[in-house]
């Protein structure tokens, strides 16, 4: 799967995983009397599970995460029955796609996943390169040693 269609997939679960959150807010993110956001760990502060993280800003998360996005912190399973349960099976699903074409990385914005990416991608196409380059030598080789005996 080339670059450009890797972009379109994180770019793609990203905004399914961000309607699906917005729909059912199993975090349960919401002002508290004092006017602090809180979330289903009433232990944390208004900085929720972002704390620390430089992309957090005055208004939340300030890039397109798809890790973070498909991730829920073990409170949140069933915690309430009006979530549906087939919601974490898709997380779980996207997740697992997420993984599987190397998009994934917690606390990391698109720029940094692709950053790194692209490297990777050019090795392993040098690398299939290299593979096939040494089977045809060794094809070769086995030809011409056929053809000598
Ligand atoms: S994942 Fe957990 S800690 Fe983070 S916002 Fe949701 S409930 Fe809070
Ligand atoms: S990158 Fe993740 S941890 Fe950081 S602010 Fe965004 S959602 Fe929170």
Redesign the pocket.
């Known amino acids: 799967m080339n670059i450009i269609f890797r972009s379109w997939l994180y770019s793609f679960l990203y905004a399914v995983g961000d309607q699906l959150i917005k729909r059912h807010n199993?975090?349960?993110?919401q002002k508290d009397a004092a006017g602090v956001v809180r979330?289903?760990?009433k232990e944390?502060d208004s900085s929720?599970?972002?704390t620390s993280c430089n992309f957090l800003g005055p208004d939340g998360c300030t890039t397109e995460c798809l890790s973070c996005k498909l991730?829920?912190?073990?409170?949140?399973e069933k915690a309430d029955p009006k979530v549906p349960v087939l919601l974490y099976d898709i997380l779980y699903e996207m997740r697992t796609i997420a993984w599987k074409y190397d998009l994934a990385g917690i606390r990391m914005s698109k720029k940094m996943i692709f950053d790194l990416l692209r490297p990777k991608m050019r090795f392993r196409k040098a690398m299939a390169k290299t593979k096939k380059g040494l089977e045809e030598v060794l094809e070769n080789a086995m030809v011409r040693n056929r053809g000598m005996s």
């Open positions: 199993p975090c349960q993110i979330c289903l760990d944390k929720l599970c972002c991730h829920l912190c073990y409170m949140t």
